[in-house]
């Protein structure tokens, strides 16, 4: 299935996690950043990641800190 | 007087961006320089390959490690409620706090807040366990409406942000500390120079939020410490008390006793 992670179309296996996507997304240095997750624009808890399964075009936002005002 | 934020003790009212900076290193003396402990951030998509951020975050924690200070995550960008509240939840994940500036644009040109959607954000936020700290125009009801629905903070705009035009309406923000005078006020946002920090504090605001006039400044470092100053300043002349103006003058030399040739023209 074909999903989207910060824009760009991803593809994984059917019945993928949160957790396999951002395998899959992130190289492993990245998976040590400090990072939160939307799912569909709804927030899912780091906890979530490997019990939250993904659909076809799901849309999924990886975010980091980054300095603001 | 002592200040707080949701009953956090803090030492200086001055709450500082860590953004537009020109480089992270001085981003991190200016911080320093500020005296600030609350600093804002922000989350947002980075290109993978991009480790800007992570420099910054390292800095942003150094920085509240040496101040003993605290992280208030920002929803900039956000133009529904329901964007902002995944936002602010995102946020109390990496960030572990339940303060949220919570910002929901309203208008791309001036950045104006949505007074409507920031309603029913803050309602859902405050359900929710968060401590808000709401961006908002300085409109008296729509501040009564914020502090009704339990925000013990209330930042009001002094101007748009980043336009550095500093206090656009004074009777109006003089207005909200008069009629709110339990809430914590903070000026956020369109503060260009330490006057317009201290004419806040002056008034009785109870603290001053600002980035761009300090990041924008040719030395960030030493704008720091005047924006300090002046909080400062400002402070201990709300405290001590401010004169009541007068229409016509009085002179500040007493007139008793005054020599013969003063008085000349009065004898006329």
């Given at each position: 299935m074909n999903i989207f992670i910060n824009g760009e179309q991803v593809s994984l296996l059917e019945q993928a996690s949160v957790a396999d996507a951002l395998q899959q997304y992130l190289t492993e240095q990245q998976q040590a950043l400090t990072f939160a997750v939307a799912l569909n624009r709804d927030f899912v808890a780091n906890s979530d990641y490997a019990t939250t399964c993904l659909t076809e075009h799901d849309t999924l936002d990886v975010l980091f800190p980054i300095q603001g005002g | 007087m002592s200040f707080s934020i949701y009953g956090q003790a803090l030492s200086s009212r001055l709450l500082i961006g860590s953004a537009l900076y020109p480089s992270p290193e001085?981003?991190?003396?200016?911080?320093?320089?500020?005296?600030?402990q609350v600093v804002t951030l922000s989350l947002k998509r980075q290109n993978p390959n991009a480790m800007g951020g992570e420099q910054i975050w390292r800095y942003i924690q150094e920085i509240v490690k040496v101040k003993q200070g605290f992280l208030l995550p920002n929803t900039a960008g956000c133009k529904s409620a329901k964007e902002a509240v995944t936002l602010a939840k995102m946020s109390r994940e990496i960030f572990a706090t339940d303060w949220i500036k919570l910002e929901v644009i309203g208008d791309d040109y001036n950045l104006q807040p949505d007074a409507i959607e920031l309603?029913?954000?803050?309602?859902?936020?405050?359900?929710?366990?968060?401590?808000?700290?709401?961006?908002?125009?300085?409109d008296l009801v729509l501040c009564q409406r914020l502090y009704d629905l339990g925000c013990q903070v209330i930042m009001p705009w002094a101007s748009p942000i980043g336009t550095g035009k500093?206090?656009?309406?004074?009777?109006?923000?003089?207005?909200?500390?008069?009629?709110?005078?339990n809430a914590t006020l903070i000026l956020d946002a369109g503060i260009g120079k330490p006057s317009d920090a201290c004419l806040a504090m002056e008034m009785g605001y109870d603290g001053v939020l600002l980035n761009s006039a300090i990041a924008l400044a040719d030395n960030p470092v030493a704008m720091a410490q005047a924006f300090s100053l002046a909080v400062a300043s400002g402070e201990t002349a709300y405290v001590a008390g401010l004169m009541p103006e007068r229409q016509t003058a009085h002179p500040s030399t007493p007139t008793l006793d005054t020599p013969f040739w003063h008085h000349h023209g009065a004898t006329k």
């Open positions: - | 001085i981003m991190k003396k200016a911080i320093l320089a500020s005296d600030s309603l029913a954000a803050t309602e859902q936020l405050i359900a929710d366990g968060f401590k808000v700290l709401p961006y908002c125009t300085d500093g206090l656009m309406n004074p009777y109006n923000l003089e207005t909200i500390r008069l009629r709110l005078p």
